[in-house]
């Protein structure tokens, strides 16, 4: 069996996570949403279902504006699967830092901040966008 090559490279499809956390660490809703497909679907932490680039965007207007005001969110992939040449999971590591916190590294932040993520990432041009998102935050 071969091994597919995801293109145009890796670092193109982990970009797209870096690219949220961007959005997020600035609080910007309509940011955070451009990182997914148009019919993008996600499931955050909390349990909601979001199902279009627009509901994501309105969920995270919400959430900046309230209880995610001021968080930071840091992570790293842990393993990139390609699916296709234009399709690929990533499995990654991911911490919610509350104002203040300063961990650098996504296994330094406690339990109960920490999430495992799944992304399903697919080649749109040159670039890669989010089709589907699901996080669980790590339980003790």
Not at 39 to 61: C, E
Not at 65 to 80: D, E, H, S
Request: proline share 6%; charged share 10%; glycine share 10%.
């Amino acid at each position: 069996m071969s091994s597919l090559v995801c293109s145009p490279t890796q670092t193109a499809i982990t970009d797209v996570p870096h690219r949220l956390f961007a959005a997020w660490n600035n609080g910007d809703a309509a940011g955070v949403a451009a990182q997914f497909t148009t019919d993008g679907h996600m499931i955050p932490s909390n349990g909601a279902y979001l199902t279009s680039r627009t509901a994501i965007q309105s969920f995270y207007q919400g959430a900046f504006a309230g209880p995610l005001a001021g968080t930071r969110m840091i992570g790293k992939p842990l393993t990139v699967r390609c699916l296709s040449n234009s399709t690929a999971v990533i499995d990654g590591l991911g911490g919610l830092l509350k104002p203040g916190d300063t961990y650098t590294e996504p296994e330094q932040v406690p339990i109960g901040q920490r999430i495992i993520v799944s992304w399903t990432a697919v080649r749109v041009g040159n670039a890669y966008y989010m089709k589907e998102f699901q996080s669980t935050t790590i339980q003790g």
